[in-house]
């Protein structure tokens, strides 16, 4: 009871565990690590574009000021980094893909079954089209009800955990959610990103530890 007492995380950690929430191989924390691959980008909004291309039937291109209209969802996630650590019950609002499709902003060609994330820098991440059209995926401008930090994607990322709310539903490690994000493009075959190509794993499903290749 002393050791409990004195380690609270590890006791949360412990009830995290047996509530079948945290991955294997994962450590809770209450921060929120920074983590990315080179340097800061800088951010002009005024010039900043958002773009859908490839395997639809209309490339779609919108201004920050336009990509601020479009419908906005606001989701709960549990996130788990391939570096080991777990941070829970993260707020997150912006813009899903999902909704896009579904309303028709986005008619996505038959043989649309990957996407590739393009960040600033020419950092690229994939996934297939169902996960990213899954309530475990946003396009998010905002985190904990504020702006996102720099550090953290200012001012879009892609970001992707596991929604309590279907918590049996694909998810991925966090890297599979590019900071800085300026398009997603469909493809008809899979096309590993930065990552992926330097050895991490093309599926990276954090409950199999789906690490590296």
């Known amino acids: 009871m002393v050791g409990r007492i004195a380690n609270p995380r590890r006791?949360?950690?412990?009830?995290?565990?047996?509530?079948r929430r945290l991955p294997p191989g994962q450590a809770?924390?209450?921060?929120?690590p920074i983590l990315h691959y080179g340097q800061l980008p800088e951010i002009d909004l005024a010039a900043w574009t958002f773009r859908v291309s490839g395997a639809v039937e209309e490339e779609r291109v919108w201004t920050w000021s336009e990509f601020n209209q479009l419908p906005r969802t606001r989701i709960t996630l549990d996130l788990h980094c391939v570096t080991r650590w777990s941070k829970f019950d993260t707020i997150w609002e912006g813009v899903a893909m999902k909704t896009l499709v579904e309303q028709g902003y986005i008619r996505l060609k038959p043989e649309a079954r990957f996407a590739v994330?393009?960040?600033?820098?020419?950092?690229?991440?994939?996934t297939p089209v169902g996960l990213l059209l899954s309530d475990n995926m946003l396009m998010a401008t905002h985190y904990d009800n504020?702006?996102?930090?720099?550090?953290?994607?200012?001012?879009?990322?892609?970001?992707i955990g596991i929604n309590r709310a279907n918590p049996n539903a694909q998810s991925a490690y966090l890297w599979k959610?590019?900071?800085?994000?300026?398009?997603?493009?469909?493809?008809a075959s899979d096309r590993p990103g930065f990552w992926e190509r330097l050895g991490y794993n093309?599926?990276?499903?954090?409950?199999?530890?789906?690490?590296?290749?």
């Open 177 to 187: 959610g590019g900071k800085w994000l300026r398009g997603v493009e469909f493809t």
């Open 146 to 159: 504020k702006p996102l930090d720099l550090e953290h994607g200012y001012p879009l990322r892609m970001v």
């Open 202 to 213: 093309n599926e990276a499903d954090p409950w199999r530890e789906q690490r590296y290749a």
């Open 117 to 126: 994330q393009h960040c600033e820098h020419g950092y690229t991440t994939n």
């Open 28 to 32: 809770l924390t209450h921060k929120f």
């Open 11 to 19: 006791q949360e950690e412990e009830e995290l565990r047996a509530m």
